[in-house]
């Protein structure tokens, strides 16, 4: 799944001229839109769930089949995600920006099917809904936290690109190697990535605040939203580590 690799596009100066004022209207627009993603994921994601089980569930059953299955699904993610981020940054249309958006929301939906219903099926009904709503309290405490921690501190987290990228490509290449040699990640694994996102959060709202031109609001949505899922993703298998099996 997409792990947040891509950087944002560093623009020298990009805020030098911009007033305080108008620095924190590009902020309001960002988390707006970050809010509205979100909600928007977790009301097409349910809605799959509840009016469509049956394509839902065949989907993700698809999914598992197989490795090659789930390798092409996870390329189909990637390339969709890469899609997404491309259009988001759209100069020339705000329309194409938010189709850049929805897709991803989209895309991250469906991924998000195979896991939940491998949830209900580990846990049971009602422990697997008591655990995604702790999933998606800790994934929001620790967005929030590392958000206010960016604002309030006004530390340059810059400094993390360089470890970013060296643990998003070795997190890569251990996911497919479970993959094909059939070993199990674990909770180990998803702690890790969990850090992993934390970092990425801390990187990019730095980068946001300091280096996003202030047309980019919807762009700048889409990475935090795309690392705040698959924050949530991990933090999610995190817990099912610990449930018990049916």
Not at 125 to 140: G, N, P, S
Not at 165 to 171: E, R
Not at 190 to 209: D, P, R, S, V
Request: hydrophobic letters at 60%; aromatic letters at 14%.
């Amino acid at each position: 799944m997409r792990a947040a690799a891509s950087f944002p596009r560093s623009i020298p100066f990009a805020s030098a001229t911009l007033g305080q004022s108008d620095r924190m209207a590009f902020l309001r627009k960002t988390y707006a839109h970050l809010g509205v993603a979100l909600v928007a994921l977790a009301v097409f994601t349910g809605g799959m769930m509840r009016f469509f089980p049956e394509t839902s569930l065949a989907m993700s059953r698809w999914a598992f089949a197989g490795t090659w299955n789930w390798l092409l699904v996870l390329a189909l993610f990637m390339g969709v995600g890469y899609v997404g981020d491309r259009l988001a940054w759209s100069r020339s249309s705000r329309a194409l920006q938010y189709l850049g958006l929805g897709v991803s929301v989209i895309a991250q939906a469906l991924l998000l099917q195979p896991l939940l219903w491998v949830a209900m099926l580990k846990l049971g009904a009602v422990d697997a809904q008591a655990v995604i709503l702790q999933a998606v309290t800790i994934t929001l405490a620790i967005f929030v936290g590392l958000t206010l921690t960016v604002f309030v501190t006004r530390r340059d987290f810059s400094f993390l690109r360089s470890a970013l990228m060296v643990g998003s490509f070795a997190a890569l290449g251990i996911i497919v190697a479970s993959m094909i040699f059939g070993f199990s990640l674990g909770a180990v694994f998803a702690g890790a990535m969990i850090l992993l996102m934390a970092g990425y959060i801390l990187y990019q709202t730095g980068q946001i605040a300091r280096d996003f031109p202030p047309t980019a609001h919807v762009a700048a949505a889409l990475l935090l939203f795309s690392t705040i899922a698959t924050l949530f993703w991990y933090v999610l298998q995190f817990l099912m580590s610990f449930g018990r099996d049916e």
